[in-house]
């Protein structure tokens, strides 16, 4: 089955990047009309969609992020990856990826950004 793994440092110091990487397996990421994308869910909130790459290699961000957040992908590595920029305490979160439509999500991973 389709398996995502979430790969980064768990802490970031503020005015930094934050970069992390999703690997998927038993799947590819180019696979027809799905949709790779990150989400994160800050202490005590929601779950908010950052954006997405989808099979194509285009991408969408969430408006409120998209000055900060780029998504790019490896296809020879099968990986999906976030960047975002100038990164403030309230970026601290449980960051995921996922195809949502396809139902597939990663474990999640934690990260602090320190002020």
């Known amino acids: 089955q389709v398996q995502l793994q979430e790969s980064g440092p768990d802490l970031v110091q503020s005015s930094q990047t934050l970069s992390l990487t999703c690997t998927v397996s038993g799947g590819s990421i180019t696979t027809s009309d799905h949709y790779w994308s990150w989400i994160r869910q800050p202490p005590g909130k929601g779950l908010e969609w950052m954006g997405d790459?989808?099979?194509?290699?285009?991408?969408s961000y969430s408006p409120s992020l998209k000055s900060r957040t780029s998504i790019s992908r490896d296809t020879s590595k099968n990986q999906f990856s976030l960047h975002l920029t100038s990164v403030t305490p309230e970026d601290t979160a449980v960051y995921y990826c996922?195809?949502?439509?396809?139902?597939?999500w990663g474990q999640g991973t934690q990260v602090t950004v320190s002020s």
């Open positions: 790459i989808p099979y194509d290699g285009s991408t």
């Open positions: 996922a195809s949502m439509g396809a139902g597939y």
